[in-house]
């Protein structure tokens, strides 16, 4: 099993930056493809950024390119999301996920839209 838990986020002027940080746990082989998806008020759940640790490899979604970095502690343990120049479309509840998969392939946004894995709480970003 593995276990995410959310936190750092917060209320921010646009321009400004937060970081998220999540504290996984857990079997490790389920939780080598980690991954930040948001939900924006009455809208769905969209990723935002992944990464395959093993590889170094990272992906992002297009509208936060250039302004989110996603990285991971050398223990992979902790999962952050570093998010500059916010923008108001970015409030949303932040989730951090989890996922076991055979290459880095299968962590890219072609895979994003599955259910599959394991899921943090949340923490709310509120941009104004």
């Known amino acids: 099993d593995v276990q995410l838990v959310e936190s750092g986020g917060g209320s921010v002027q646009a321009g400004g930056s937060l970081r998220l940080s999540c504290a996984a746990s857990?079997?490790?082989?389920?939780?080598?493809?980690m991954l930040w998806f948001r939900r924006a008020p009455g809208g769905k759940r969209v990723g935002v950024a992944s990464?395959?640790?093993?590889?170094?490899?990272?992906f992002y979604d297009d509208s936060v390119k250039g302004r989110f970095t996603i990285s991971q502690d050398n223990a992979q343990n902790t999962l952050y999301l570093q998010m500059d120049n916010l923008k108001p479309e970015g409030t949303a509840v932040y989730y951090c996920?989890?996922?076991?998969?055979?290459?880095?392939?299968?962590?890219?946004?072609?895979?994003?839209?599955?259910?599959?894995?394991?899921w943090g709480p949340g923490t709310q970003v509120t941009v104004s």
């Open positions: 996920s989890a996922r076991g998969v055979p290459s880095d392939s299968l962590c890219s946004p072609d895979h994003w839209g599955s259910d599959v894995g394991y």
């Open positions: 857990g079997y490790i082989r389920a939780r080598n493809c």
């Open positions: 990464i395959y640790p093993s590889r170094g490899t990272t």
